[in-house]
């Protein structure tokens, strides 16, 4: 079972470049979510689904896109990179909100450094 | 709007020593709280948490934590703790009427010396 699967590991940009990162659940979650760690600041979320084909704002959603075309699948777009979105990026699920279901779980996470 | 504080950047405890991490919290309904460890280069991972219930919520690794709720505090114990519980330690917050939107406290770096 691997659960929660992030592509890439690290990715170097340059600013102004574009990318997707992927993200990958084979437990079935409903909900999914994309967030940024930096230091001090814990992690905030940057867009969150609670189903597929919907997605949401969360805390820090400038500069990023989202797509939920597949259950299993959440994707990251970064459609021109700032050195502001240098951080470690987050892919987390879970089965909903309920008692029992809301449990987030993690991916290994994805190093972006923004040139 | 929902908050956590995790007032200590770096807990220094010695192996076998009781561990602490301190976390306080501020919501406008019942709070729904959580503890993740991340260990380096790796995601987060849950401890336990707290919904309704006994204030003394137990988990995974042997850590425990206590909801306090007039003092809005969510803090991790362990009573002996290992070398292996070196990481970071996250408090997390959720309003039960805010939707599925966790909030993350900083973290709080714990080191373990042998």
């Known amino acids: 079972n691997a659960g929660v699967t992030q592509t890439p590991k690290f990715r170097v940009l340059k600013t102004g470049q574009s990318m997707t990162l992927l993200c990958a659940q084979d437990?079935?979650?409903?909900?999914m979510y994309w967030y940024r760690q930096d230091p001090g600041m814990g992690l905030r979320l940057i867009h969150y689904?609670?189903?597929?084909?919907?997605?949401a704002k969360g805390e820090v959603p400038d500069g990023y896109n989202v797509s939920r075309l597949k259950k299993q699948n959440f994707l990251l777009g970064l459609e021109s990179a700032a050195p502001s979105q240098t951080s470690v990026y987050f892919c987390?699920?879970?089965?909903?909100?309920?008692?029992?279901?809301?449990?987030?779980?993690f991916g290994a996470g994805t190093r972006l450094s923004v040139l | 709007a929902q908050s956590v504080a995790q007032p200590e950047d770096q807990v220094n405890v010695a192996e076998g020593n009781p561990l602490t991490v301190k976390c306080t919290y501020s919501?406008?309904?019942?709070?729904?709280l959580f503890w993740y460890v991340q260990y380096p280069n790796r995601g987060l991972q849950f401890l336990l948490k707290?919904?309704?219930?006994?204030?003394l919520v137990k988990g995974s690794y042997g850590f425990e934590a206590e909801f306090n709720k007039s003092q809005t505090s969510f803090h991790l114990k362990k009573p002996s703790a290992l070398v292996s519980d070196s990481a970071l330690y996250f408090c997390?917050?959720?309003?039960?009427?805010?939707?599925?939107?966790?909030?993350f406290g900083g973290g709080t770096r714990v080191l373990v010396k042998p």
């Open positions: 987390a699920s879970s089965y909903g909100v309920a008692e029992g279901k809301n449990i987030q779980y």
């Open positions: 437990m079935n979650h409903e909900y």
């Open positions: 689904s609670v189903g597929e084909g919907t997605t």
């Open positions: 919501v406008s309904g019942n709070p729904y």
């Open positions: 707290y919904i309704t219930g006994d204030n």
């Open positions: 997390a917050v959720r309003d039960d009427a805010a939707g599925n939107k966790l909030t």
